[in-house]
């Protein structure tokens, strides 16, 4: 019979992966690109953690499988990334109220109850503004690496306005800004500030209750954290491997099959 | 990969298959019989006064249920895009482009498109605006007479003077039928034809109430099917018996314990119009975790008791109160009580582009409806035909998190 359990969650842009032991405790977990196949990476994430540990596969009691790739990983159980985002907060979180996640192509809010129970929720619509994949192309269409916006960001003078819900149109508004000679630094900001503004739109459909908890890839970038925390008018705070708090949950659920 | 079957169908489908092919086979070839039989052809809007025409003899059809036929049969898309690419907006309802689609290219429609040219156009404003703009262009397409009801919006409720306004425009539209038709209103089929129409609505409610049983008999497809009749068929004596068996099967169903979802743990109300190109796929990702769909808003739209005394009276006060003519505040409280009434766990608003009066207080409403009855609200953004704006994943992913609120975990 396995010790440990594993939390596969296969996103649109990352896949992570998190292996807890029957203590729950998160004792190992690797990230990587999702790219074409999401499924093969988590396999290869898998197959690298346990390699890395000396274990073999029949130490894992169970596994449950999240996020938009979680049909495909052969899993005990599939749960919704919503659920797992909860589980995995509330763990590492105990006055959790409230969770926002932006990933690489949904921004979500969460409401929760101690202990990871959903009480509402809501998501972006069928846009990737407010999302990690908008960041992206902005920061390429600046040439610049997506984990320097927050600093770069820090050091603007003035916030370039992006009013663009659509993120091809965002981009025009970057060239425009671009062309008329706006230092890199304030169109960063003002990418920020319209990523935070979407997500910041999206809390008052649910509620905003302390504390606030912010996950996701998109809550490594210093500027967008600074912005929300700002449009929202209440401290966030980011856990410190932000993007792998729903593998997490994944892999608290799949400890739950197993039983205390 | 075979998924269990968790759905139970209903023996009176086929029947109502068989009186729904009738009517539009009828229509179709109305260009035959019309004339003789001195039946005129009106297109009519799904909230408007049909007892009236019925009792001139006018035979009417339903763009609005047409556009439902296009939806089910997945060719809306198509039709929208014929209308767009004439100029309607993509932002206009997907019932109106369809329509207008079916009437450019009766090739690409079901049934190559409704029967045409109307003799006349009806059309009441108590459903939206929509239909105001949509029936002008009819008219200037095919230079028929428009026949309008207005019906001012209910901010609390009816108005002596909203309902003296309607009333007058209701004896004006007698006065214009009686001279399109060439004879005068008969008051006594008029009173034949609400006696029906009030035994077709009497039953209709009767079948949703047999929902409130646990399991439910039946769940939202099937309430979305059988709904054709109130709306199309409002009246005849075909829909009064058609009710009647279908009564009698929903009703032995409750009585055997039969549920329409196999193993019913979690009980939903619906809101908005159906998703009539997933009527079924839709519905399954709910009736595979166990999830029936008690009731709705959309096909209860349609248990509109008529008001008792004249006939004109009567009729100006139930076409102007329908549900979707009301304030937020009146739709909450509707929503509130079915969810009391029908012990639901959870509630799930389809934001339906096309059709903006139904969809833009939903949040409003939501919330609401949540803060007062402690159950879970869900909203999914689709469309009613245009599948354009139906995304798969994203709407998998809310679901099933919703279900997961719903049900425990």
């Known amino acids: 019979m396995g010790q440990y359990f594993l939390g596969v969650d296969i996103g649109s842009l990352t896949t992570k992966v998190v292996l807890v032991n029957t203590g729950s405790e998160m004792v190992a977990r690797a990230t990587g690109r999702s790219g074409y196949s999401g499924r093969t990476v988590a396999e290869r994430l898998v197959t690298e953690l346990l390699r890395e540990r000396g274990m073999n596969k029949n130490e894992i009691a169970a596994t449950v499988a999240t996020g938009y790739g979680r049909v495909t990983f052969p899993a005990d159980r599939e749960v919704s990334e919503i659920t797992c985002q909860a589980r995995g907060i509330a763990h590492l979180f105990g006055d959790a109220r409230t969770v926002i996640d932006i990933g690489g192509q949904d921004s979500k809010v969460i409401r929760l109850l101690p202990g990871g129970k959903v009480i509402d929720f809501a998501m972006n619509d069928k846009c990737a503004a407010g999302t990690g994949r908008f960041l992206e192309v902005m920061a390429q269409a600046l040439e610049l690496r997506v984990e320097d916006l927050g600093e770069l960001a820090a050091v603007a003078r003035k916030h370039c306005n992006i009013s663009s819900f659509c993120t091809v149109f965002a981009e025009s508004e970057v060239i425009s800004h671009v062309s008329a000679g706006a230092p890199k630094a304030d169109i960063v900001a003002g990418v920020c500030d319209a990523v935070a503004a979407r997500v910041a739109t999206m809390t008052s459909r649910t509620g905003l209750e302390p504390e606030v908890v912010f996950t996701g890839g998109v809550a490594r970038n210093s500027g967008v954290v600074n912005a929300l925390a700002k449009q929202l008018g209440c401290p966030l705070q980011v856990p410190g491997e932000p993007e792998i708090t729903a593998a997490l949950g994944a892999a608290l659920f799949a400890r739950g099959i197993i039983g205390d | ?409």
């Not at chain 2, 249920?65 to 060719?75: E, K, L, S």
């Not at chain 2, 428009?146 to 409720?157: C, E, K, N, S």
């Not at chain 2, 833009?360 to 409403?365: H, R, Y």
Request: charged share 25%; hydrophobic share 40%; proline share 6%.
């Open chain 2, 1 to 409: 990969m075979a998924t269990k079957r968790r759905y139970l169908p209903l023996a009176s489908t086929r029947h109502l298959e068989k009186m729904m092919t009738k009517y539009y086979a009828l229509s179709r070839y109305h260009r035959l019989w019309g004339k003789p039989l001195k039946r005129p052809l009106a297109w009519i809007t799904s909230g408007a006064p049909v007892e009236l025409l019925r009792a001139f003899n006018i035979h009417p059809v339903y763009p609005e249920n047409y556009g439902a036929i296009c939806g089910t049969r997945r060719v809306s898309t198509d039709l929208c895009q014929v209308a767009e690419a004439a100029g309607y907006s993509q932002d206009l309802c997907s019932y109106a482009r369809s329509h207008i689609g079916s009437i450019l290219r009766p090739d690409l429609a079901p049934m190559g498109g409704l029967p045409k040219p109307p003799d006349m156009l009806v059309c009441c404003t108590n459903i939206c605006g929509t239909v105001l703009k949509w029936y002008e262009a009819l008219a200037r397409i095919f230079n028929v007479p428009l026949l309008v009801l207005d019906t001012p919006f209910l901010p609390g409720d009816l108005t002596a003077h909203a309902r003296q306004y309607v009333l007058e425009q209701l004896k004006e539209m007698v006065t214009a039928l009686e001279r399109l038709t060439g004879r005068p209103l008969n008051r006594d089929e008029l009173n034949r034809q609400l006696a029906r129409s009030s035994e077709t609505i009497r039953l209709w409610k009767e079948i949703r109430q047999l929902c409130r049983a646990t399991p439910s008999p039946l769940n939202a497809p099937d309430l979305f099917i059988h709904m054709a009749p109130i709306v199309t068929l409002r009246g005849t004596r075909q829909a009064v018996d058609y009710y009647r068996r279908l009564k009698d099967e929903v009703k032995q169903r409750v009585q055997q314990g039969q549920g329409a979802v196999e193993g019913e743990k979690i009980r939903l109300v619906w809101d908005n119009i159906a998703i009539w190109y997933q009527i079924f796929g839709f519905f399954k990702m709910f009736s595979q975790q166990g999830a029936c769909f008690v009731t709705d808003t959309y096909s209860g739209g349609w248990v509109m008791e008529l008001s008792p005394g004249d006939p004109l009276e009567s009729m100006a006060a139930t076409y102007t109160e329908i549900f979707l003519n009301r304030s937020p505040e009146f739709r909450a409280r509707q929503m509130i009580e079915l969810i009391q009434d029908y012990k639901a766990d959870g509630f799930v608003m389809h934001s339906n582009r096309s059709c903006k009066p139904y969809s833009l207080v939903q949040e409003v409403i939501r919330r609401r409806v949540m803060q007062q009855t402690g159950v879970p609200g869900l909203v999914v953004e689709a469309d009613m035909t245009d599948q354009r704006v139906y995304a798969e994943e994203p709407i998998r992913n809310r679901v099933q998190a919703f279900l997961e609120t719903v049900g425990g975990l």
